[in-house]
């Protein structure tokens, strides 16, 4: 049976040449899940006309990220994101990303990442110790400050602290960029010397020069820190053991897992909290299996995040209502059939973590913040894969996935031994769906004792 012709793929109402650009702009969570609501696991659109597929059916998932993921290369914004990620693990194709995932994997190697947890546990105890009881918090900013410092520390050892809040507001600004370089004309808007683009340059530079710095320093002391610089700087190609990381290559790759380290772990335990504020028996049964584990005072290493199963599942679950990367894009290299699908050559693929983790299809009760799901072992079995994919998948599924899993429950951990938060009655809770699912308008919290 031939495959269904791509022009006969249903499609939202659109307007000449610009297409969807304001609706996906706009509100893109409302709008893919209208799509997906109206026209089913399969919907066509445009921006500028450019060719866009939504698929929302893990089935076809699983042929764009794994099957068929040579058909395919990065979509849009990760391509326009070279301007500050250079051609990093998350940007690079074909051959390249994989000598480039060759020479990084010894950094995520389990022996390496049990010594992290000690890092992640030290930071969190003295976030910990700085907060008081009824004191005032953001508590999304407060998470992106945390897992700043850890993965600062993990990453480049304690050099960076001193400049800790300086990097998260650079950080912060190429963030908000984002979505921009989805744009067709990006590469000629972002040299336009406006003041949006004057203080993302600004914010390159900054990044730039603490990077390289501590590049440089490392270069000259040449001894092993135990953290991911260091791997980076001895890393050895297996096939070519002459062949390092250059400067530009060791500041790409740190560039983007700082990037990707702390900016993801900081929005799912933003998102945990705040949904714990609103489900107080999750929090105490998570409270009390941490207390059984690890008692008042006594801080969690790698180990202990196994005996956690139930703080893991209310992580979990936090990321599947609230998946920290919310959307996957494709580029077609080719003419390809996806399912019965046809998908002409350089159209872009789309699927949306955060639409199919809340389909009742795969999830009954979908809405509902139940971390009891995660604990059935046959029903986890029986849901098709890609149902749940917060790191992606295939090939080029998230390389610090198992560094994500560990900080997320180490930190949820300590922080509840203390504390417990409480919303603002005036907090409004919004969705920033940009290249992470941020909280709109942050999330005010007051600390209360645990």
């Known amino acids: 049976m031939p495959p269904r012709l791509y022009n006969s793929i249903p499609s939202p109402r659109e307007l000449p040449f610009v297409g969807s650009v304001f609706r996906r702009f706009g509100s893109p969570l409302t709008f893919f899940d209208e799509m997906k609501k109206k026209h089913g696991d399969a919907v066509r659109f445009t921006l500028f ?42 940007v690079s194709e074909g051959e390249e990303h994989t000598r480039q995932r060759r020479l990084i994997q010894p950094a995520f190697h389990r022996g390496r990442i049990a010594g ?92 730039n020069a603490t990077i390289y710095g501590l590049i440089a320093e490392r270069r ?43 900016e993801t772990t900081a929005n799912a335990l933003a998102w945990t909290w705040h949904l714990l504020t609103k489900h107080e028996a999750v929090r105490l049964k998570m409270k009390a299996e941490i207390d059984a584990v690890l008692g008042p005072d006594r801080l969690p290493g790698m180990e202990d995040t196994a005996k956690l199963p139930y703080t893991t599942a209310v992580f979990s679950e936090s990321m599947r209502l609230f998946p920290p990367v919310w959307v996957v894009g494709r580029r077609a290299l080719e003419n390809v ?12 693929v789309i699927t949306s973590q955060y639409i199919i983790h809340r389909d009742e299809r795969f999830w009954p009760d979908a809405l509902e913040f139940k971390p009891e799901r995660w604990l059935d072992e046959k029903v986890q079995e029986a849901r098709p894969k890609f149902a749940y994919f917060p790191f992606g998948g295939g090939g080029r599924i998230c390389i610090g996935e198992a560094f994500a899993w560990m900080e997320g429950v180490i930190l949820l951990a300590v922080m509840a031994q203390r504390w417990r938060f409480e919303a603002m009655p005036d907090q409004v809770v919004d969705l920033s769906a940009s290249v992470t699912l941020r909280p709109k308008h942050g999330l005010k919290m007051f600390v209360r004792d645990a």
Do not use: C
Request: aromatic share 6%; net charge positive; glycine share 6%.
């Open 49 to 90: 006309n450019e060719r866009f597929i939504l698929f929302s059916n893990p089935a076809l998932v699983n042929e764009v990220l794994v099957t068929k993921q040579h058909s395919f290369r990065k979509g849009r914004a990760l391509e326009g994101a070279r301007v500050f990620l250079g051609n990093s693990l998350l």
């Open 116 to 207: 992290y947890a000690k890092v992640m546990a030290d930071k969190t105890r003295l976030w910990v110790d700085a907060q008081h009881a009824g004191k005032e918090i953001d508590l999304a900013v407060e998470m992106n400050r945390l897992t700043l410092t850890v993965v600062g520390d993990t990453l480049f050892g304690s050099e960076v602290e001193a400049q800790a809040t300086e990097i998260a507001e650079s950080l912060t600004v190429v963030i908000g960029n984002f979505n921009r370089m989805l744009l067709p004309f990006w590469k000629v808007m972002r040299r336009v010397p406006t003041k949006r683009n004057r203080k993302l340059l600004t914010a390159q530079k900054k990044l």
């Open 220 to 262: 000259k002391d040449g001894r092993d820190h135990g953290d991911l610089l260091s791997m980076l700087l001895a890393a050895e190609d297996a096939e070519n053991p002459q062949k390092r990381l250059t400067d530009t290559e060791v500041r790409d790759q740190a560039m983007t897992l700082f990037l990707a380290g702390h």
């Open 337 to 348: 059939t996806i399912g019965d699908y046809e998908v002409p050559r350089r159209t872009i």
